[in-house]
């Protein structure tokens, strides 16, 4: 069974950066799609990318777009989700998912894999 642990959350002002990483134990990230969410306290979890299995091309949210950078790094079986000029309405519990496909920016999958979050609090 896949494994996910993310990592790197905190508290940052707005207009500053977090890198979150996403680690996968016992088995390879290169067969699946990956996905990032979020979820903001009382609101619905919602996806902000996802990065295809294949040429590891990624679809963001429009949201994020041109704020938020994934980059892949699979000699470590890791994802990261670099993320800057942070804005207040970011602020959420982070994760990452292991799945089938990407539907735009959202991963799919007949068994959704995901991590337990890490927090990100963006506020002054």
């Known amino acids: 069974q896949v494994q996910l642990v993310e990592s790197g959350g905190g508290l940052v002002q707005p207009g500053g950066s977090l890198r979150l990483s996403c680690a996968a134990f016992?088995?390879?990230?290169?067969?699946?799609?990956i996905g990032w969410f979020r979820q903001a306290p009382g609101e619905e979890r919602e996806g902000i990318s996802c990065?295809?299995?294949?040429?590891?091309?990624?679809t963001y949210a429009e949201d994020v777009k041109g704020r938020f950078t994934v980059s892949v790094d699979r000699a470590k079986n890791m994802v990261y989700l670099q993320m800057d000029s942070l804005k207040p309405g970011d602020t959420g519990t982070y994760y990452c998912?292991?799945?089938?496909?990407?539907?735009?920016?959202?991963?799919?999958?007949?068994?959704?894999?995901r991590g337990p979050g890490t927090q990100v609090t963006v506020s002054s």
């Open positions: 990065t295809e299995s294949t040429d590891r091309s990624t």
């Open positions: 998912a292991a799945g089938d496909y990407c539907s735009g920016h959202i991963v799919r999958a007949a068994r959704m894999i």
């Open positions: 016992t088995v390879t990230l290169d067969y699946y799609a």
